[in-house]
């Protein structure tokens, strides 16, 4: 099954995607990388010489996600921001498979075609699950990670769709009321003029998108074979991912990784540039 609704709607999302890149805040770089799966555009910030670090956005998103964390992250980082296969950015609309070695092929080829024998990574959400794949089957690429919301460790919920299919009738109102109870109260705290270029942003997806669903869960052997450093941030409010049951299989599995857990935040969490650059910078004991 496509992962558009429609080859209009794949257009549309396109041109939005493509739209919204013209406003990338710092010098870049725009590339179509050649892999097995099809073309994959890379958006590339930094110095050429700054160690380098491969974003991977959630599902349903693009490199675009990325936007407000690029400027601070340019400063010290190489920064390669990947439109993940088979989701609403500029990519192949190829969709292979979660359960299979796939995924980590197609990474493979991007990392090898910018001739990187390995990098720290930065996932969110469904990124997070890429990011530990990867981790997991090509332990010797990933130096370090960054996690955001990662599924694939603790159960994922599915309650919030029926409150969105409930809610979302009820005008701007319920629109907003749904998008809360999907993502968090950290929408509320934005700009309105922020929060409508989200919330339009995520209507104009999912009118023409289909979200992945149901992401396999990595076994306990899977993350204690990662020895990495790791960083992983969820929200306590998060309405799409268990994110105790997250938190408590890496404190086990991975007494190593530095886990926090953000109270009253749901799936959406704030930029915290200090707090990451900490992690992503330092240098560790030999």
């Known amino acids: 099954m496509s992962a558009y609704r ?31 799966e099809g073309d994959t555009f890379v958006v590339v910030s930094g110095r050429m010489d700054a160690p380098p670090l491969v974003l991977i956005h959630g599902s349903g998103s693009s490199s675009a996600h990325w936007m407000d964390r690029i400027p601070f992250l340019a400063e010290h980082f190489r920064v390669y921001a990947v439109d993940v296969i088979g989701e609403p950015g500029l990519s192949a609309a190829s969709r292979p498979p979660l359960a299979s070695d796939t995924y980590a092929r197609w990474l493979d080829a991007v990392l090898d075609h910018f001739e990187l024998a390995d990098a720290q990574f930065m996932g969110y959400s469904f990124g997070g699950w890429l990011t530990l794949d990867y981790a997991i089957r090509r332990p010797h690429r990933v130096s370090r990670m960054s996690l955001f919301c990662p599924m694939g460790v603790g159960k994922q919920k599915s309650g919030f769709l029926l409150a969105t299919i409930l809610l ?3 005008g701007k109102w319920g629109q907003r009321k749904a998008l809360s109870r999907t993502l968090g109260s950290e929408l509320s705290r934005m700009p309105a003029d922020r929060f409508t270029a989200t919330s339009d942003q995520i209507r104009l997806v999912s009118k023409h998108f289909r979200y992945r669903t149901g992401f396999p869960i990595f076994t306990d052997e899977n993350l204690r074979g990662l020895t990495m ?18 938190a408590s299989r890496l404190t086990s599995a991975t007494p190593h990784a530095e886990v926090q857990v953000l109270p009253r935040i749901g799936h959406l969490l704030p930029s915290r540039p200090e707090h990451e650059l900490e992690f992503l910078t330092r240098e560790e004991q030999p």
Do not use: K
């Open 168 to 170: 979302t009738p009820f």
């Open 6 to 36: 429609t080859d209009e709607g794949a257009r549309v999302l396109r041109e939005a995607q493509t739209r919204t890149l013209e406003h990338w805040p710092v010098p870049n770089e725009q590339q179509y990388v050649p892999t097995p």
């Open 229 to 246: 450093p790791i960083q992983v941030v969820v929200g306590d409010e998060d309405a799409m991912v268990d994110s105790a049951e997250t």
